[in-house]
C-alpha cells in the first residue's frame, strides 16, 4: 500500500494537497524530513511490521512531505504459516510444494520493491542515467516515474553545476594575477596556477591549509610577519590592500615583492561567504626602483662634489 505524510497538516489557499496527514508515529520520518533524500526503511507503525520506501518533496509553498510506498511484512509471513500448516495435512509431499509456492508468491510480491529500492539506492548513490522500470502496479508505476523525473532534475543541475564550475576554473587559471580563494575561516578553497608559482604550493596541497601558512608574508624593511589582509576584509567586510613593501616568501625561500587586494566574497543574500585574494608579482618594479634611486643619489653626489661650475639647460 502507498500512503502519504506531512509534519504539517495546515491548509492555506488550498496550495496543500488535502490528503496529507499527520503521521501516528511522525518520529519515524524525522530523518527524512530533515535530509530531504530518499530512505528505505523498516519500521513498526499502526500497521504493524512494514518495509518502507520514503520519498521526500516540498509543495510550491516549501512545506515538506512525502510519499511512503510500503509492505507490511506481518502478512507476508502469515500467508507463509499458513500454507506451511495446510501443508501439513497434505503429507510431506504436499508441505514441499507448499513451502515452494509460498516463498515464490513471496518472492514475487517482494521482488517489486526490492528492486525499486535497490535501483533508488543507486540513483542516491550518484548514478544518474539510471532508470528504474515504470512497470507493476499502478502505485509502483507512478512512483517509479517520480524516482525518473526526480533523477532527471538532479542529474541537470549537477551538469549545471559542473559546467559552471568548469568556466569558473577556466577564467581562474586565464588571470595573470595570482588568485587564492577563502572560506569564512581563512582556509583555502581554491587557488590559481599564478598563486601556485608565487607561493610554491599546489592547488591540491593547498586547498584546506589555512591562508596564513600558504601566503607567508612578511614586512621587507623589518622583517616582521605582515598582518593577514583575508582576515581584515572578513572583519571590515570591505575591500582590504596590502601595505608597501611587503614581500611574499615562497614555499622554496624565493622572496618576491608583491602588491595586492583582498575582498569579501558575499552570497545572493548579502552574507559573507570568503575571502578573495588577488596578488602580482612586483619585484621587478622594485628593483627598477631602487636602482633609480641609487642613480639619482649617485648623480646628486657627483654634482655636490664636483669642483668646478655645473650647471644645467635646454638644447637651445
Known amino acids: 500500500f502507498t500512503s502519504s505524510t506531512s509534519p504539517d497538516k495546515q491548509v492555506v489557499n488550498q496550495a496543500h494537497a488535502k490528503f496529507f496527514e499527520v503521521h501516528s508515529n511522525p518520529e519515524l520520518y ?12 523498516d519500521n513498526i507503525d499502526k500497521w504493524g511490521h512494514i518495509r518502507a520506501v520514503l520519498i521526500p518533496f516540498t509543495d510550491n509553498q516549501g512545506r515538506p512531505y512525502l510519499f511512503g510506498a510500503s509492505m507490511k511484512l506481518s502478512e507476508v509471513d502469515h500467508l507463509l504459516r499458513e500454507n506451511l500448516y495446510q501443508s501439513l495435512f497434505l503429507g510431506l509431499g504436499s508441505l514441499l510444494v507448499g513451502v515452494i509456492l509460498s516463498l515464490q508468491i513471496a518472492n514475487f510480491l517482494a521482488k517489486p520493491f526490492r528492486n525499486l529500492t535497490k535501483e533508488s539506492q543507486e540513483i542516491a548513490a550518484g548514478q544518474l542515467d539510471k532508470k528504474v522500470a515504470e512497470q507493476g502496479f499502478y502505485e509502483q508505476a507512478a512512483l517509479a516515474r517520480s524516482f525518473n523525473r526526480m533523477s532527471l532534475a538532479i542529474k541537470e543541475k549537477v551538469v549545471a553545476l559542473q559546467e559552471s564550475e568548469e568556466n569558473l576554473r577556466t577564467t581562474l587559471d586565464s588571470i595573470g594575477d595570482a588568485v587564492i580563494a577563502t572560506d569564512t575561516t581563512g582556509n583555502i578553497t581554491g587557488i590559481n596556477p599564478v598563486a601556485e608559482k608565487l607561493t610554491g604550493w599546489t592547488a591540491i596541497e593547498a586547498k584546506g591549509q589555512s591562508l ?19 582576515n581584515k576584509a572578513l572583519e571590515s567586510g570591505q575591500v582590504v590592500n596590502l601595505a608597501n613593501d611587503t614581500l611574499l ?8 615583492h608583491i602588491a595586492d587586494s583582498a575582498a569579501p566574497i558575499r552570497d545572493d543574500n548579502g552574507n559573507l561567504a570568503g575571502v578573495v585574494l588577488v596578488f602580482r608579482d612586483v619585484t621587478a618594479e622594485y628593483e627598477m626602483r631602487d636602482a633609480l634611486q641609487e642613480s639619482e643619489e649617485q ?5 655636490q662634489n664636483f669642483r668646478g661650475i655645473a650647471y644645467h639647460g635646454s638644447m637651445d
Open 30 to 41: 524525522q530523518e527524512v524530513f530533515s535530509t530531504l533524500k530518499p530512505q528505505y526503511q
Open 212 to 230: 596564513t601558512r600558504v601566503f607567508n608574508i612578511v614586512n621587507d624593511r623589518t622583517k616582521e610577519p605582515a598582518s593577514d589582509p583575508a
Open 249 to 256: 616568501i615562497s614555499k622554496d625561500g624565493t622572496e618576491y
Open 299 to 303: 648623480y646628486r653626489s657627483f654634482v
